[in-house]
């Protein structure tokens, strides 16, 4: 299930402690997992937020205030950091250089996680009410339509329409994250793949994933109705569903909301409603196809600019801003790509999962035909394979796309920042060396 993500229940990347994904989205940088010698100069064990560790090309980053021990015979861009080599001259400088790379690269962990968590919750917000509006007329597949509804969404019901729930999602990425730990913790399921994996080691830590899957499930779909649910602040008003209307004004509520569709008590749901173990191969398909398609666009994406970069470098003497930005960069942009291609893949099996965790609800949310008044969502799918035929038959093809014009937007958001933060940090570097 996604992110990020966000959309956050997906599994993205071979990472330790940090988002795995996606996905739920959505979002913390990924670890490489390069095999072979010829990527033996690369970083093979990243930190989870750029900057908190720096390796280049097979080199430790030196202990604060300690020089690196180059020798004039060294190639210039081949040195940790600018300024911290060549004699006892450059001492305060590198001292000064290092602590700038260090805070820059922690930046830009930061900023990629706030727009993957934070700037494109509207986006998740919308997209997930367009997936499983079945009654919608209008599937806002291009980006036009979204950035419209979107304002009147804002127009009619204010800013806390379009952030509802956000605060959900990094409750399930915590469950996520957690219960990933404790199940490797206390039995032999691998958290990540080494270099020299086998079949049977891909097989327990998919196992693991499945696992960490089903037990984030119900809190998944108790943040899918936070982000997808009418407002109770909204300035809409109506009698006949206001009673259904759930104000989840607690942080907290995602969990009471998740423990109680486990025990069958607390939020109002019908007799429609799926019981879990009806969610729970859709739910684990998704997120165990997310994570591999992830991994294998990852790891791709970073063997590509892997190499790009070692034969720049072979080419001719790169400067130490470029060397730097080689050194945080590829992992941002191969997580990028990796959580774009897993979201569009992924995005009609999305679609139906959502629609499967939201029935029986008693959901009421917003008319994405016309940025006002309220739907109830009344499906009666009996399962996975009668949710894809009702939808192929009632809606087309394209109605497994609803609403994919937010992806667009959400991507070229994540890429737009990404680009001004190379700006930025390119420019404090270029002042520092």
Known sequence: MHPRRPDGFDGLGYRGGARDEQGFGGAFPARSFS???????????PPDIPGSRNLHWGEKSPPF???SASTPHEVPAEEPFPGTGGGGGGGVQGQSSEQLNRFAGF????ASLFTENVLAHPCIVLRRQCQVNYHARHYHLTPFTVINIMYSFNKTQGPRALWKGMGSTFIVQGVTLGAEGIISEFTPLPREVSHKWSPKQIGEHLLLKSLTYIIAMPFYSASLIETVQLSSASNISFSVCSEIIRDNTGILECIKEGIGRVIGLG???SKRLLPLLSLVFPTVLHGILHYIISSIVQKFVLL????????????ENTSPVQNMLDAYFPELIANFAASLCSDVILYPLETVLHRLHIQGTRTIIDNTDLGYEVLPINTQYEGMRDCINTIRQEEGVLGFYKGFGAVIIQYTLHAAVLQITKIIYSTLLQNSV
Do not use: M, Q
């Open 304 to 315: 590509i600019l892997k190499r790009k970069t070692y034969n720049s470098h072979l080419v």
């Open 65 to 67: 205030g300690v020089p």
């Open 267 to 269: 939020v109002p749901h």
């Open 107 to 110: 930046g830009i962990g930061l």
């Open 35 to 45: 095999s072979g010698s010829d990527l033996g100069h690369w970083v093979t064990t």
